[in-house]
Antibody, heavy 116, light 107 residues
Framework: EVQLVESGGGLVKPGGSLRLSCAAS????????MNWLRQAPGRGLEWVSS????????YYADSVKGRFTISRDNAKSSLYLQMNSLRADDTAVYYC?????????WGQGTLVTVSS | DIQLTQSPSFLSASVGDRVTITCRAS??????LAWYQQKPGKAPKLLIY???TLQSGVPSRFSGSGSGTEFTLTISSLQPEDFATYYC?????????FGQGTKVEIK
């Protein structure tokens, strides 16, 4: 079964850091571009970042550029998102998703709350 | 950045109704468009990709059409389990943008 499982969310103070992980199984992880997305409470979907299969390129939304870093470890079938200088408006459920001219599957999401 | 505008933002319909949601792109995106369904507290689920290709396992009452800048998602006969929020997404270029969503509620 193709599956993605996020972890690492939690409560963090403004200005703090958090590292999210996404564990992949059921497919050849190293063949696919991977993505992070988020959804703030009661809001729509927002793409955050993408990384190519061999980490040749990374793209970021303007809202996180310079603060977030996407990375991957193909040997471990894992995707990461290092989030620094967190702000209240980064509060959201964060999802990872596989990219193959569509986003599928998605993980179940991990909640990040930025609050003092 | 490519902007996607969905209409309507909210739709009230009855079981058995035919429902159409439109997604307009601010510039041409060929057929690089996907549609997702999201229910409260759940991750989005892929319905349609490449504008008109039905994802495996998705009921045939869902269909997609369009290319360039105008796209539609049609539900031919709305079922109780279809009440949800629907999003379009463009995969033509970065940033990968989404429409604002269309919430389909029971009339």
């Amino acid at each position: 079964e193709v599956q993605l499982v996020e972890s690492g969310g939690g409560l963090v103070k403004p200005g703090g850091s958090l590292r999210l992980s996404c564990a992949a199984s059921g497919f050849t992880f190293s063949d696919y571009t991977m993505n992070w997305l988020r959804q703030a409470p009661g809001r729509g979907l927002e793409w955050v970042s993408s990384i190519s299969s061999r980490s040749d390129y990374m793209y970021y939304a303007d809202s996180v550029k310079g603060r977030f870093t996407i990375s991957r470890d193909n040997a471990k079938s894992s995707l990461y998102l290092q989030m620094n200088s967190l702000r209240a408006d980064d509060t959201a459920v964060y999802y990872c998703a596989r990219d193959y001219v569509r986003f599928d599957p998605w993980g179940q999401g991990t909640l990040v709350t930025v609050s003092s | 950045d490519i902007q996607l505008t969905q209409s309507p933002s909210f739709l009230s319909a009855s079981v058995g109704d035919r429902v159409t949601i439109t997604c307009r792109a601010s510039q041409g995106i060929s057929s690089y468009l996907a549609w997702y369904q999201q229910k409260p507290g759940k991750a989005p689920k892929l319905l349609i990709y490449a504008a008109s290709t039905l994802q495996s396992g998705v009921p045939s009452r869902f269909s997609g059409s369009g290319s360039g800048t105008e796209f539609t998602l049609t539900i031919s006969s709305l079922q109780p389990e279809d009440f949800a929020t629907y999003y379009c997404q463009q995969l033509n270029s970065f940033p990968r943008t989404f429409g604002q969503g269309t919430k389909v509620e029971i009339k």
